[in-house]
């Protein structure tokens, strides 16, 4: 996803069709790992913390639920526009928040709650969940 954005970030104004491109490729790959996260993870997750830890997974859901709606609107903007390159901005920066929030806490917790059969586990389904909603890199 990073050399995603740094290829986007590195674009001029006039190359709008790779823009284009670039955006549907993030947006599609961000959508599956959002659906995986949401079915493999974060239940899991959920039912390992402590009632004061499973804020982490609610925050996650909620930052889940704006890129989505970021992505959506994205989806029907013209790439040669202002408000399309405002929201890649914003779709880019919620998505490095969110990576740094999980990779700072939520997988940190997860690792110590959740047993190493049960990570195991989950990596297992993680990749078959790849494997069967292939995305284009």
């Given amino acids: 996803m990073e050399a995603l954005f ?3 970030e590195g674009l001029g104004e006039q190359a709008t069709e790779s823009k284009r491109r670039i955006a549907d490729q993030i947006i599609e790959m961000l959508t599956v790992h959002a659906e995986m996260e949401e079915t493999l993870c974060y239940p899991r997750f959920k039912d390992a913390f402590n ?23 994205i989806k029907v903007l013209e790439a040669d526009t202002p408000e399309f390159a405002a929201h890649m901005k ?12 999980e990779e700072g806490r939520l997988l940190p917790k997860a690792e110590k709650e959740i047993s ?17 909603h292939e995305v284009a890199e």
């Fill in 116 to 132: 190493e059969d049960e990570r195991a586990a989950m990596g297992e389904e993680m990749a078959e969940f790849k494997r069967t």
């Fill in 51 to 73: 009632q004061g830890d499973d804020v982490m997974v609610e925050e996650a859901l909620v930052e889940h639920e704006g890129a989505k709606r970021v992505m959506s609107e």
């Fill in 6 to 8: 740094k290829e986007y």
């Fill in 90 to 101: 914003v779709l880019m920066e919620e998505i490095k928040h969110h990576v740094k929030e």
